[in-house]
């Protein structure tokens, strides 16, 4: 069965770079969730898209952005990465009515150096 | 505003003992709980979910329960394996179905 693909898996940039993290939901999910987990740290959600439209927003800084498209993938844009920005990104996708299954990509890990 | 705990926050135990592990929350306007098991560095796997409705499910040697009203739940682990070891992660659903993750236990089972 089609799992949620994000990419890349691994990224390296450097303070105050700028990355875009992606994630394909499962086929026909409409609603995408991000979240962050920190080392050590439990994830936090970030930011959520139903039908291309957000949904609901989490402790996202401002300098992060993201947005759905119309095929229902989604990027999150990080900008003027800082140290604490590294972490494992997680994107998970949900079939609208369906409120119990929400499935998680393997995440995407940045290091910020 | 939901938080959610988990204790203990490391655990280790040898081999085939039973475990319980403890998720308390402060809302009890819960969607459902579920509960996923992290290893080092991946991703989240789901254990077990439960339906605010609900008070257990189970799955093989894992057994969850919820009470609501109290704003906990635990997670037994029956005959614990060395493969058991990693992070296992509590966290509740509500408003738009985002999950609000719990602290995080580390369990480690020594052979």
Known sequence: AAGVIQSPRHLIKEKRETATLKCYPIPRHDTVYWYQQGPGQDPQFLISFYEKMQSDKGSIPDRFSAQQFSDYHSELNMSSLELGDSALYFCASRQAGAKDTQYFGPGTRLTVL | ????????????????????????FTDSAIYNLQWFRQDPGKGLTSLLLIQSSQREQTSGRLNASLDKSSGRSTLY????????????????????YKYIFGTGTRLKVLA
């Open chain 2, 1 to 24: 505003k939901q938080e959610v705990t988990q204790i203990p926050a490391a655990l280790s135990v040898p081999e085939g003992e039973n475990l319980v592990l403890n998720c308390s």
């Open chain 2, 77 to 96: 682990i029956a005959a614990s394996q060395p493969g058991d070891s990693a992070t296992y992660l509590c966290a509740v659903k509500r408003g738009t």
